[in-house]
């Protein structure tokens, strides 16, 4: 960014609530287990309240009432006893009503802020407000037609709106992880980036620095990828500074970004302020919420990511890193967080041996196969198990890799696929010192590269040793073997 200008970036972010219903119908919000509803048959996931046929009536789900409150007490809003729906109105093909049913006046939540970490160090951001919507249908553009999908319309959201307070790409992504650890860890969305359940319109602007009007805004829609808004901005902010600079007016429009390419595109120009005519709906009344409902909800709210990172380092000496990987994955945390329940405090070192199986090899078979871990027959147990013979180097690290696939594909106990497939690593002094000794009479001239100190060589000669011994001889001891060899 130019030393002369500074950005600056509000979010509008929308969340996909994970209730099992519509917000207004009977109609399934989620399809089945392991689908997501791109999955399901066009328009086979809808009726005539959410195909917005005349005549009909719509009834909320309470359940979302619920879900938007956690989701502002989490970020510290007020909570509204009163909030009303309205009619936005607008005009596309994927809006079978002609409007859009949200909250504009009175939202269910307001006031709220949200702390995050960013290179800069820590940084804070108000909510504005958190109101709920209805979804609308999907476009499809196939072959110059545009077909129209419902299948999604009238899936609740809460659409969280921020003050324009960040300043830096970076900040408004790091906002987005942190707000998204938080809808997942509440249970309220499932967080798919990929399907839409997360995502986010991002307002964008330039001024000199120094100055406190601001420049005029352009929104970026939909993006949904923290890695992706984070481009988008940083593109829009150099792109609306060299037209400062050349002299133009940055114009005032909502514009898309090619991820391929990396650059935000026009969409439409937006002269001024959208008039959607808001109005109250009719066939809603106001939706409630009752103090005795907002105490339960506050009481059943879990430990949130921030707290839950700082808990692992001070009291498991997790790094940030390992602790920000777990937090950042709903599934990963609580498989860890269960995990943790199964050891007993003396045995608290095998949290780190834990956390390094989740973050690393579990994290990238999760995103290589694009598997859910509760949908697999691996357990907490098995986490546990093999952290526990790692430490005891009953396996070596190989041998835990092996281990996990197997555990991963069937479910049988870690005792067991150690013993089946003859993982065990090999102790036994007598058994290893006839190998030893073998290897280093057939390599002189590397025994005596270690004796000179040339310390490298050590792990050539380890290697030969685990070759002839199938890679089931203890590396440790192996290498403690050699040095004694050579130093006697």
């Known amino acids: 960014m130019s030393l002369e200008?500074?950005?600056?970036?509000?979010?509008?972010?929308?969340?996909?609530?994970?209730?099992?219903?519509?917000?207004?119908?009977?109609?399934p919000a989620k399809p089945p287990q392991g689908r997501s509803i791109s999955d399901l048959a066009p328009n086979s996931n809808l009726c005539s309240v959410c195909a917005g046929h005349p005549g009909t009536l719509p009834v909320l789900n309470e359940r979302v009432i619920e879900f938007a409150a956690k989701a502002g007490l989490a970020l510290g809003c007020k909570i509204n006893s009163e909030s009303i729906f309205a009619r936005k109105n607008y005009f596309y093909p994927d809006l079978p009503k002609g409007y859009q049913i949200s909250q504009y006046e009175l939202p269910i939540c307001e006031w709220g802020s949200l702390s995050f970490e960013t290179q800069r160090g820590s940084s804070q951001v108000q909510v504005r407000r958190i109101h709920l919507e209805e979804d609308a249908g999907k476009s499809v553009h196939e072959g110059g037609a545009t077909l129209v999908n419902l299948n999604r319309a009238g899936v609740p959201l809460i659409e969280i709106v921020t003050e324009p307070d960040f300043r830096y790409a970076d900040e408004a992504a790091e906002f987005l992880r942190e707000l998204h650890g938080i809808v997942t860890t509440l249970g309220i969305s499932d967080g798919n980036l990929q399907e839409g359940n997360f995502r986010c319109d991002s307002n964008v602007s330039v001024r000199l620095k120094g100055e406190s009007r601001l420049g005029t805004r352009v929104e970026v829609k939909n993006v949904n990828s923290f890695r992706f808004v984070?481009?988008?901005?940083?593109?829009?902010?150099?792109?609306?500074?060299?037209?400062?600079?050349?002299?133009?007016?940055?114009?005032?429009?909502?514009?898309?970004?090619?991820?391929?390419?990396?650059?935000?595109?026009?969409?439409?120009?937006?002269?001024?302020?959208?008039?959607?005519?808001?109005?109250?709906?009719?066939?809603?009344?106001?939706?409630?919420?009752?103090?005795?409902?907002?105490?339960?909800?506050?009481?059943?709210?879990?430990?949130?990511?921030?707290?839950?990172?700082?808990?692992?380092?001070?009291?498991?000496?997790?790094?940030?890193?390992?602790?920000?990987?777990?937090?950042?994955?709903?599934?990963?945390?609580?498989?860890?967080?269960?995990?943790?329940?199964?050891?007993?405090?003396?045995?608290?070192?095998?949290?780190?041996?834990?956390?390094?199986?989740?973050?690393?090899?579990?994290?990238?078979?999760?995103?290589?196969?694009?598997?859910?871990?509760?949908?697999?027959?691996?357990?907490?147990?098995h986490f546990v198990d093999l952290a526990r013979a790692a430490a005891a180097q009953v396996i070596s690290s190989a041998g835990v890799k092996q281990a996990l696939n197997n555990a991963w594909k069937t479910g049988e106990s870690i005792d067991t696929i150690i013993e089946k497939h003859g993982l065990k690593q090999v102790s036994d002094l007598s058994s290893l010192e006839p190998v030893v000794a073998q290897v280093l009479a057939e390599y002189p001239a590397q025994v005596d590269e270690l004796k000179s100190g040339k310390d490298k060589v050590i792990g050539f000669l380890v290697g030969q040793i685990m070759k002839r011994t199938g890679g089931k001889a203890n590396p440790a001891l192996v290498q403690q073997m050699i040095r004694k060899w050579v130093e006697s």
């Open 230 to 381: 984070e481009k988008a901005i940083e593109y829009e902010i150099a792109r609306q500074i060299e037209v400062v600079k050349s002299g133009a007016r940055v114009v005032q429009e909502t514009r898309t970004f090619d991820s391929d390419r990396g650059v935000t595109l026009s969409m439409r120009s937006k002269e001024q302020a959208e008039d959607y005519r808001y109005f109250p709906d009719p066939d809603l009344v106001p939706a409630r919420v009752s103090t005795n409902a907002l105490a339960r909800w506050r009481s059943e709210l879990p430990e949130l990511p921030q707290a839950k990172r700082r808990r692992y380092q001070s009291e498991l000496g997790l790094s940030a890193y390992d602790a920000g990987v777990i937090t950042g994955n709903r599934s990963i945390m609580m498989v860890f967080d269960s995990a943790m329940q199964l050891i007993a405090k003396q045995e608290s070192n095998l949290a780190k041996g834990i956390a390094n199986l989740l973050t690393g090899e579990v994290s990238r078979k999760l995103n290589e196969e694009s598997v859910a871990l509760e949908d697999l027959p691996i357990t907490p147990a």
């Open 5 to 27: 200008f500074e950005a600056v970036i509000g979010l509008e972010v929308h969340v996909q609530l994970a209730t099992e219903t519509k917000i207004f119908c009977a109609c």
